[in-house]
């Protein structure tokens, strides 16, 4: 079992279904509205949880209605939480517009997720007693470049999920040994992802691909599954990838798409179970 720590936002999704997502000055009549616990960080936090890993969740709740169930949220997924701040700032927000398609368009209020700015002694010991760290850019850039370096200093497995893209320090590009980007990502960070020792693209339908310090290359197609909603596919594959990556990238990477494609079965942002995405691993094996 992995010892996984992730640094990361935690958000209140607020999640509407139309017909489609609006264009630039178009109002669309929406059929529904759903109130899901969400945010990069903690949806990573809980597939890693939920498909095996030790997990430690390192971030900040707001004092308003939505810290309650975002907490139980993750204790449900078996997620430690001993570090999380709580800060008097709102708890952070999103909203979410889902199409028929699955596909989705996401607005980011980062609310308590923006107290993030340094790391706290806590945090630091406990991100480098674990063997993996793992990454996204919801927080304040500066907090997810100090984790990187101290966990690269302890030796531990920095994994960056550079989402939402932007132009990364070098210094925290340096301290990853595992980028996972998709392939709106990977255009933006293509010189990150040509340096990476590790580089892991995910291409929704057409599954994901790995290439490994030596240059060889590893794809992995998913399986075939019945999409309700994309929101928070590939958080469900950077947890189980966390979660896996002790078993090498070819065994990492094909739980990972399996876990990305189950997630997206299921309205809002779905941490799939160690047995169900056993099930479509093993049927792919077969």
Known sequence: MSRIAVLGSVNMDLVTRAPRIPAVGET???????????????????AAARLGGEVWFLGALGGDQFATPLRESMERAGVHLPEVREVEAPSGL????????????????????????????????????????????????????????AASAAGVTVMLNPSPAGELPRELVAATDVLIVNENEAALLHGELRHARHAVTTRGSAGASYRGPGGGVIEVAPPAVEVVDTTGAGDAFAGALAAFWHTGPRTALRWATAAGAVATTRPGAFAPPLTLVAEFVEHEEA
Do not use: F, W, Y
């Open 94 to 149: 999103a909203a979410i517009s889902v199409d028929h398609s699955g596909d989705n368009a996401i607005i980011v209020v980062p609310g308590a997720n923006a107290a993030m700015t340094a790391l706290l002694p806590e945090e630091r010991r406990r991100i480098v007693e674990c063997d993996v760290l793992l990454l996204q850019c919801e927080l304040p850039i500066g907090i997810v470049t100090e984790a990187a370096l």
């Open 28 to 46: 669309v009549l929406g059929e529904s509205l759903a109130q899901l616990p969400g945010g990069k960080g903690a949806n990573q936090a809980k």
